[in-house]
């Protein structure tokens, strides 16, 4: 199958600070990707569709400001949360589709101090 | 947002048992999807099942899909410890304009060796 790969997989950032994470498909091109947050042994909420070429589409909630997303090639989104704190700590997963299935990366904890 | 939901919220079973899993959700469909998540890691595709499929199969997996209840149940035959994991639904809402993924709440399975 596809895959997609994420980095880092944790990360431990001051709060404040700025943290950026990526999202790369290895073996297909995706104009869209899927940002998702999960807390401890909750589902995934997607948080918004990273659209190549173009501005990122936010679910309703979601801060535009905080979550940055930037999908500036057919093969890599990123995620950056601005001015980090406490409550950003959470698993951050992104996925893509080069057809029905989905795949997944890796996924990023993140640990906000 | 949600779109699903899925009961039992946890399940714990002996090797060898049978898993059933159950998910419903809210608006028309394009297609269901089940995945599987080990802790703290990404989801793997497990299987599809279309608006207008019944029932499939794939190995020890049997999902049903009841369009007309909105719902869809997950059965793991002959569990083993392996098995432990997070199972999700997730669906393709008819007509969304991004063809995203959405989940449902998650069974947390444990199968006991």
């Known amino acids: 199958g596809a895959v997609v790969s994420q980095h880092p997989s944790w990360v431990i950032c001051k709060s404040g600070t700025s943290v950026k994470i990526e999202c790369r498909s290895l073996d297909f091109q995706a104009t869209t990707m899927f940002w998702y947050r999960q807390f401890p042994k909750q589902s995934l909420m997607l948080m918004a569709t990273?659209?190549?070429?173009?501005?990122?589409?936010?679910e309703q909630g979601v801060e535009k400001d905080k979550f940055l997303i930037n999908h500036a090639s057919l093969t890599l989104s990123t995620l950056t949360v601005t001015s980090a704190h406490p409550e950003d700590s959470s698993f951050y997963i992104c996925?893509?589709?080069?057809?029905?299935?989905?795949?997944f990366g890796q996924g990023t904890r993140l640990t906000v101090v | 947002s949600q779109q699903g939901e899925e009961d039992p919220q946890a399940l714990s079973i002996q090797e060898g048992e049978n898993a059933t899993m159950n998910c419903s959700y809210k608006t028309s469909i394009n297609n269901l999807q089940w995945y599987r998540q080990n802790s703290g890691r990404g989801l793997v595709h497990l299987i599809l099942?279309?608006?207008?499929?019944r029932e499939k199969h794939s190995g020890r997996l049997r999902v049903t899909l009841d369009t007309s209840k909105k719902s869809s149940s997950l059965l793991i035959t002959a569990s083993r410890a392996a098995d432990t994991a997070s199972y999700f639904c997730a669906t393709v809402p008819y007509g969304g304009a991004t063809n995203k993924l959405i989940f449902g709440t998650g069974t947390l399975l444990a199968v006991q060796p």
């Open positions: 099942i279309r608006s207008n499929e």
């Open positions: 996925s893509a589709r080069p057809g029905f299935e989905a795949f």
């Open positions: 990273s659209n190549e070429g173009s501005k990122a589409t936010y």
